[in-house]
């Protein structure tokens, strides 16, 4: 399928930020977006990028009443000498695919949701910031449109692809973060659609958020629904703990999303020679860690997130500092080589960064 492209026009563009300083995240869209139906019918069809537009929709399509929502996050990043870069974005296209599977979805080719992806930040590349630090997010999106109020997969559903220039997620910037332990409530559970990327999951965490939020948290972190013990994720990012000389991070046991930052951070650290471990981390060991002195460092991996710092915990209401509540010498080192391979600052080894324009 060819993707059309019906440029805005000139009077219909809209102004792009002049301050890259206070991007922030997910405020700004660009001038055009990617869109394609669906039909059980007819399979997907009509590929095209348009001006971007409000969609509409019927009061009874099925996304607004049973949540049937998918969608990613990547980055396009602007390098040397105009050059633009996507960051592992085949890795995104597969998860989404997999996130169709677990609600009942179609699947996307993931030729043509390549295509789409780079077409679209191609066209909008003046959209991309230049400042370190930012980027482009792109928000590959999925929804079912058809008119029913039955509960039953839909017959027919809208993929999109919207993007824009942002900053750093956190209004603390790269910087330590407070984040509030909970026991009362529970994201998601194994056998559940806590792994793959639909926006049910995100509803879902936001009481809780909102409770951290008002005691001066920036993030939740999750415990294991079944017995409130160890540490899953943070409601944006996964969690990583430095412990001793030892990285540690949950394992993928069917509630925790498989970040694609969660990986890089895994194989550049072990990259390194820094012994990396998945494995279950009880809030009892997080807590004796930081008794003892042995919890060197905490941080959070995202998309959105990047790496991010967190210097203070809080559980059953009581606050514990990691590393003096300031950044840790690994989160930083990590961050920094992150955005270094991103922005196509030094050498990729791993093969991650994909050129899309020179
Ligand atoms: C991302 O990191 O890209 C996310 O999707 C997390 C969040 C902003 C929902």
Redesign the pocket.
Known sequence: MDIKIIPAPPEKRKAKPTDESKLG??KIFSDHFFTMPYHADRGWHDPQIEPYRPLQLDPTAMVFHYAQEI?????AYRGKDGAIFLFRPMDNIRRMNVSAEYLCMPKLDEQLFLEAITKLVLLDRDWIPRGSGTAA?I?PTMIATEKALGVHPANEYLFYIVMGPVGA?YPEGFAPTKIYVTDDYCRAAPGGIGAV?AGAN?AASLHASEIAKKKGHTQVLWLDPAERKYVEEV???NMFFVIGDELVTSPLLGSILP?I?RDSVIRLAKSWGVKVTERRISMDEVMEAIASGTMQEAFAS????VVSPVGQISFRDRDYLINGGKTGRMTERLYNELLAIQYGQQDDPFGWRVKIAD
């Not at 969608?71 to 980055?75: D, I, M, N, Q, Y």
Request: no cysteine; net charge positive; charged share 20%.
């Open positions: 995240f997910g969608f990613e996050g990547l980055k997010y928000r997620y990327k995100y409601g944006t990012s970040g930052t995202g998309t959105a997130a």
